[in-house]
């Protein structure tokens, strides 16, 4: 693999007119360029095929903060101007106008304000906190197993939480909670199993990566048995159908009381993982790297997964288990700023909330009036966006 | 910084890894650990970096107890070069040495001009300035050495332990990278498995053998054809570098036994 490497790090040189053209010569010398000695100061530098001699490897980091600064807000209206029944630009600013400020509106508009102001904005900010929760766990996750195919999900924190809200849609389980009964379900049986995947995982020596991989693994296939042996169980069609829509996440039963819960918890998660940021950074280098450097693997680890837990279950608890937002988001990221967890973990989640606003949006009006799945959109977006990424930017994860 | 090893102690599911090993290295030295496989070389060191916990003993760094200190303030001392460098993620050369400041920096505190001069420094000490803005994943074993002991060097060290820093290195690199770190200042605790170049570079040796120190002393001292017989299980023949008459070691294996 060491032959390989070198064969991509010397294969364009600097101030050659095409990359392309370097690569035969570049094959023939590369036995040469494990030896520093032989090497001219003037390294040669890695291939970027596509981007051309210079090394453009990151886009600036103030100019990429200030771009997601600026779409936020803007994807957060559009979030709520877009929809099914087209209502006016005009329209849509007087009713956020008026949900803001407590202004009056007519009697005949109140149907179209409520879907403005109590269907389509709790909406678009609810998928900004699950994207934003999502991307920023994904990150952790990743740094936490040192596995860079890692995503929220892997812990089996999310089978876990499903397995509760089936509970509540199929039986009709915690009835007594009323409208909080799903969301509460789904939360307390998401802390179940991360306390099971804890127990599981645990040894003497703390939580080793690949140990928490495995349970974690094992634990979803487990979860995720029992939730399909309640779909099949049931009864009602109608309760198997939606069981089915939040197995692969879904935005439509936004409102604004799920907000504050998902909100607190993200925004909680994301200042410890930003406090953490240079510690993460010691810890994707080893554990005796991070010990060398003076961060406490075991302990990092041991407050990576509690975060990761709680983060995860609010989310998963009111928009059920959202695919691939948490693998792609901090890929793309790293694309774009490199893999320093400063940098990433401001990216990362502004990036992960437009990203989600934008496919719910989609997932409301490709198929009008009827919704697909945001689980469907997140990998019709994303699947070909991190391809090309991947293939313009000679990305390298994991030493591939 | 003097560094002492006091009676240090390792038990493992019941094994004792490291049994009392009690070793020092004054300021500015550079003290050899060789033995062979599974002597307990690493795990003694990652006491020292505080990978492990010690069963019982102590590391003494200038006096004060290693594993009184707070990781951080223990890592502004002492750093290490282990051998589980994996890079999953593509950091660049510099924010690796970037790294080397952790222990020197507040959680959220920005990088300081002093964090860029005291990296910048370590990577031209190494002689890897070039290498600051390529992906390290793309570099060369020997380049990746030398990185991350610009790393270590970054973290300002009075002690830097090394584990095995020249596996996977040519032979170039691997008397450069001991030259390299005697010339950069601090005390050094290495485990080596060239014995010759062990020979060569260190001012002690201590040599390993079941979690016990078998002998302690100069390399010429230390190095003898009965005790290579014993440790390693080889047969040694000394001679005398032709240019600087330095004590270099030529190896064979003991005559198979006669079949009976």
Not at chain 1, 327 to 340: E, N, S, Y
Not at chain 2, 11 to 19: C, K, P
Not at chain 2, 51 to 56: F, G
Request: aromatic share 4%; hydrophobic share 50%.
């Amino acid at each position: 693999m060491d032959c390989e490497r070198a064969l991509c790090g010397t294969a364009a040189g600097r101030g050659r007119t095409s990359p392309r053209d370097a690569r035969p010569e570049a094959k023939a010398t590369a036995p040469v360029a494990t030896s520093l000695d032989r090497i001219p100061a003037e390294l040669p530098r890695p291939a970027r095929v596509g981007t051309g001699p210079a090394p453009l490897r990151r886009v600036p980091l103030p100019l990429l903060l200030t771009g997601l600064c600026l779409a936020l807000p803007v994807s957060l209206l559009c979030g709520a101007a877009l929809g099914a029944s087209g209502l006016s630009w005009a329209e849509v600013t007087r009713y956020l106008w008026a949900g803001l400020t407590g202004g009056a509106i007519g009697p005949d508009e109140v149907p179209a304000y409520t879907i403005v102001w109590e269907l389509r904005l709790p909406r678009a900010v609810l998928a900004a906190v699950v994207g934003a929760g999502l991307s920023a766990i994904g990150v952790a996750v990743q740094a936490m197993v040192r596995n860079a195919l890692a995503d929220p999900f892997v812990l089996g924190i999310s089978s876990g939480a499903a397995v509760g809200a089936n509970a509540v849609l199929i039986f009709g389980a915690m009835g007594a909670l009323g409208v909080w009964a799903l969301s509460t379900a789904a939360f307390a049986s998401a802390l179940l199993a991360m306390t099971l995947v804890y127990a599981v995982a645990r040894t003497e020596r703390g939580l080793t990566p690949l140990r928490l991989v495995l349970t974690g693994t094992a634990m979803y296939y487990g979860f995720s048995a029992v939730t399909t042996f309640m779909v099949f169980a049931a009864e009602r069609g109608e309760a198997a159908r939606s069981a089915m829509m939040w197995l692969l996440g879904s935005l439509s039963g936004a409102n604004w009381a799920a907000v504050p819960i998902a909100a607190g918890s993200v925004l909680a998660g994301l200042a410890h993982l930003a406090w953490s940021a240079r510690r993460l950074n010691a810890l994707a280098m080893g554990d005796e790297t991070a010990a060398a450097l003076g961060v406490d693997p075991r302990r990092l680890r041991r407050e990576l997964f509690l975060v990761s837990a709680a983060v995860t279950g609010a989310v998963v608890a009111v928009s059920g288990a959202i695919g691939f937002v948490g693998l792609m988001v901090p890929h793309a990221a790293r694309m774009l700023v490199g893999a320093d967890h400063r940098r990433l973990l401001a990216v990362a989640p502004l990036a992960g909330a437009v990203l989600l606003i934008w496919v719910d949006v989609l997932s409301r009006v490709v198929l009008a009036p009827a919704e697909l799945p945001v689980g469907v959109l997140t990998a019709v977006i994303g699947v070909p966006c991190f391809i090309l990424l991947m293939r313009r930017r000679a990305y390298s994860f994991g030493g591939i | 910084m003097r560094i002492d090893i006091d009676a240090l102690t390792v038990e493992i599911a019941g094994a004792r890894l490291v049994d009392e090993v009690t070793l020092g290295a004054a300021d500015g030295e550079l003290v050899g650990l060789v033995g062979p496989n599974g002597s307990g070389k690493s795990t003694l060191l990652r006491c020292v970096y505080r990978a492990l916990r010690p069963s019982a003993g102590a590391v003494r760094i200038g006096g004060e107890d290693l594993h009184a200190l707070t990781t951080r303030e223990g890592a502004r001392r002492l750093a290490a070069l282990p051998q589980d460098a994996v890079a999953e993620f593509d950091f660049t050369v510099a924010e690796i040495v970037a790294m080397g400041r952790t222990p020197h920096q507040g959680p959220v505190a920005r990088t300081t001009d002093e964090d860029r001069r005291v990296c910048d420094g370590a990577l031209r000490d190494v002689g890897a300035a070039h290498l600051a803005e390529r992906g390290f994943l793309t570099l060369s074993g020997g380049e990746r050495q030398r990185v991350l002991i610009a790393r270590a060097l970054a973290q300002q060290p009075r002690v830097l332990v090394l584990d095995e820093p020249t596996n996977h290195l040519d032979i170039a690199h691997q008397l450069e990278v001991l030259r390299l770190v005697r010339a950069s200042g601090p005390t050094v605790l290495a485990a080596l498995h060239d014995l010759n170049l062990a020979a060569l570079h260190c001012d002690a040796l201590h040599v390993i053998a079941g979690g016990r120190i078998v002998a302690s002393g100069t390399p010429d001292d230390v190095l003898t054809a009965d005790l290579l017989a014993d440790v390693f299980g080889v047969r040694a023949h000394r001679v005398a570098h032709p240019e600087t008459g330095a004590l270099q070691l030529l190896f064979d294996l003991p005559p198979a036994h006669p079949a009976p």
